[in-house]
């Protein structure tokens, strides 16, 4: 059982009642039409979700971190897709706080505090997945300022978004050392937004394309240092890592939430289906692994309100745990469902389509495991 704080249970209450009022009952909606929700993108603004960790000097709700998994959970118990945005705009926001300079930090700060000001987090590129290193989005300094050439994909939220940390090399030789940092303002010349993709699941949360065409970008604009820039791809993702671990959480939940109400009401051989061992077992299961992974992201995000500074490793673990189980309790969910489960009558075929997308973002479940076993391995070295 986790203890939250009285404000933390306050601010669960008020996002479980938006949810249920507001927004599950738009979620199989925007899946279908693959439309972003701009009404619940105002009922977003309205109760500050895109400010939830913003200083409050700068207007922002300035919550703790548990507060804002909380948040995540809440709203991917009925709709993946929203909770996607929210955990996204974090990522670039994670970014931009570990390497924004005070005049920065003035100049940006108080506009993602009024609540309606997104930020990107552009890294990932048709030929730099997994192999982040790899990046070929080229800056070249050009006077009293930088010229980029380059492409991204599967960008969350562009065309969403109002600034993008995009991620550039220096030298694609120097890999790592020469990741580099900028804050991109939407409208800046040279910068085209592709096609929004037609994806399995998170349909409503916009997946695009960046290209980067002979781009000029003012040198006030690099964030952080030239050659550094994979520490802060590296602090947002291990930030990001537990949001999305708590969507896998708030997903699963919302299958189990469907699940149990079915199994207690069809009956099958007169009784039901509940009843039958073979289902009540099924819900046990997904009962017990969504009670671990709930465990293990709130012992994290409250490790890091008090003052854990490195995650990477239990980053790592719970998202691949939390998302591996979202994936089992939804498919399983459809299984208890049986026919009317694999319908779009019912959520939890959208939730199966949901849960498949956090095995991938924010770093593979292999990738995952490749860091957890190297740094268990140096442990017993
Ligand atoms: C819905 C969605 C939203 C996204 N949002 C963003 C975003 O906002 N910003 C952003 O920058 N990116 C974003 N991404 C991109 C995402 O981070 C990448 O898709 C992910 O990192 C994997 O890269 P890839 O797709 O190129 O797969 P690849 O790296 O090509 O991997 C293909 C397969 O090979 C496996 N693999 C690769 N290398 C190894 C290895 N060394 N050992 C074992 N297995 C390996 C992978 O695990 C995977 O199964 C998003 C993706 C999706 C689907």
Redesign the pocket.
């Known amino acids: 059982m986790i203890t939250f704080t009285d404000e933390q249970i306050m601010v669960r209450d008020m996002i479980r009642k938006l949810c249920r009022e507001k927004i599950a009952d738009r979620s199989r909606e925007v899946d279908e039409t693959k439309e972003y929700p701009w009404d619940l993108h105002q009922l977003f603004v309205d109760y500050g979700l895109f400010n939830l960790r913003v200083p409050e000097r700068y207007g922002g709700a300035e919550m703790d971190y548990t507060s804002a998994c909380i948040v995540v959970e809440e709203i991917a118990r009925v709709d993946g897709a929203c909770a ?1 945005t929210i955990a ?1 705009h974090q ?2 926001m994670c970014a931009f706080m570990g390497g924004a300079n005070e005049m920065q930090r003035d100049k940006y700060l108080p506009r993602v505090g009024r609540g309606d000001y997104l930020v ?13 290193f790899s990046l070929t989005t080229r800056a070249r300094q050009d006077g009293d300022g930088f010229v980029i050439d380059g492409t ?7 065309g969403l978004t109002d600034l993008y940390v995009l ?1 550039t090399t220096v030298n694609p030789a120097m890999r790592r050392d020469g990741v580099t940092a900028f804050l991109v303002d939407k409208d800046t010349p040279g910068l085209s937004i592709g096609k929004n ?1 037609n ?1 399995m ?2 349909r409503a ?1 916009p ?1 695009r394309q960046l290209v980067f065409e002979n781009m000029r970008i003012p040198a006030e604009n690099l964030l952080g240092q030239v050659g550094k820039g994979w520490e802060l791809v590296l602090r947002s993702l291990t930030e990001t890592r537990v949001l999305v671990g708590a969507m896998a959480l708030g997903i699963a939940q919302g299958a189990m939430d469907a699940a149990v109400a079915y199994a207690r009401e069809r009956e099958q051989f007169g009784k039901p289906i509940a009843e039958f061992q073979g289902v009540s077992f099924m819900l046990a299961d997904m009962a017990i692994k969504v009670e671990c992974a709930r465990a293990l992201i709130y012992q994290i995000a409250s490790s890091v309100d008090k003052g854990m500074r490195d995650q990477h490793y239990y980053a790592s673990v719970a998202k691949c745990f939390a998302s591996d189980m979202a994936m089992k309790v939804t498919t399983d969910a459809v299984q208890v469902m049986g026919g009317y489960g694999y319908t779009k009558e019912y959520p939890v075929e959208k939730m199966m389509r949901d849960a498949k ?1 956090t095995q ?8 995952q ?2 860091q957890i076993a190297r740094n268990l391995l140096k442990r017993y070295g």
């Open positions: 996607n996204h990522a670039g990107g987090f552009a890294l990932t590129e048709p030929n730099a997945g997994s192999d982040a991204k994909c599967f960008i969350s939220n562009s991620f993709e994806k699941g998170l949360s997946t997308a991938i973002i924010e770093g593979t479940n292999q990738i495991r490749i």
